[in-house]
């Protein structure tokens, strides 16, 4: 059983490398990310004011 699972991962490992050996970026962009700036804006420093 041992010998069955090495043999599956091995493909799946052999599988995974092509498919990033097409598009080497493949697994590493991430389209939730976003980069952006911003300020906090306290409301109660507002009112103090």
Do not use: H, I
Not at 17 to 45: I, K, L, M, S, Y
Request: no cysteine; glycine share 4%; charged share 35%.
């Amino acid at each position: 059983m041992q010998a069955l699972s090495v043999k599956l991962y091995e493909q799946a490992a052999a599988e995974q490398q092509a498919a990033q050996g097409e598009n080497p970026e493949a697994g590493t962009a991430n389209d939730d990310v976003v980069d952006a700036e911003f300020e906090e804006v306290n409301d109660d420093d507002q009112e103090k004011k």
